[in-house]
């Protein structure tokens, strides 16, 4: 099933753990019709855009699946809202940035990014039917290994 012109289900709910460990991860229709705005309103207007692949790396995540990789079950990727991905040969930095200055948005995260590594990392970012925020953040590992978020000015 086609979710946009250049985005499918079967790419927006693939999980090698789902697979491997017999989880169920089939949206609902809601779910669907979710997973169809983030295509129409935020990935699809990328790949339009740069005119190359958006490589999806995690998008749908059954509340199931959320729990045996580790996330929250209320992560936006278990509401059908968020995707993970990235531009191979493109900065996420400025990805982020063409999507904060050009797309609607509920939050976006640059994770992992290293501004010395211009591909490092990959973009997470909802989208939601209304009340988007607009929230900007930077995924980092303090000292401990510990996950950190703070505020992100891409510009």
């Not at 779910?31 to 699809?44: A, R």
């Not at 855009?49 to 990727?77: M, P």
């Not at 278990?78 to 200055?101: H, Q, R």
């Amino acid at each position: 099933m086609k979710l946009s012109n250049n985005f499918s289900l079967k790419e927006l709910t693939a999980s090698q753990t789902a697979d491997r460990k017999g989880i169920n991860n089939n949206p609902n229709e809601d779910q669907i019709n979710k997973l169809k705005l983030l295509c129409e309103k935020v990935l699809q207007p990328i790949r339009d855009h740069y005119g190359k692949v958006v490589t999806v790396s995690s998008g749908y995540r059954s509340v199931e699946l959320c729990e045996a990789i580790g996330s929250s079950k209320n992560s936006q990727h278990a509401k059908a809202e968020a995707a993970d991905f990235e531009i191979f040969g493109l900065s996420n930095a400025e990805l982020c940035k063409w999507i904060s200055d050009n797309l609607e948005f509920d939050q976006m995260i640059l994770e992992y990014h290293k501004l010395d590594e211009p591909n490092s990392g990959w973009i997470h970012c909802s989208y939601k039917a209304e009340d988007n925020r607009k929230q900007i953040l930077r995924a980092y590992r303090n000292e401990s290994g510990k996950t950190c978020y703070e505020a992100y000015d891409p510009n």
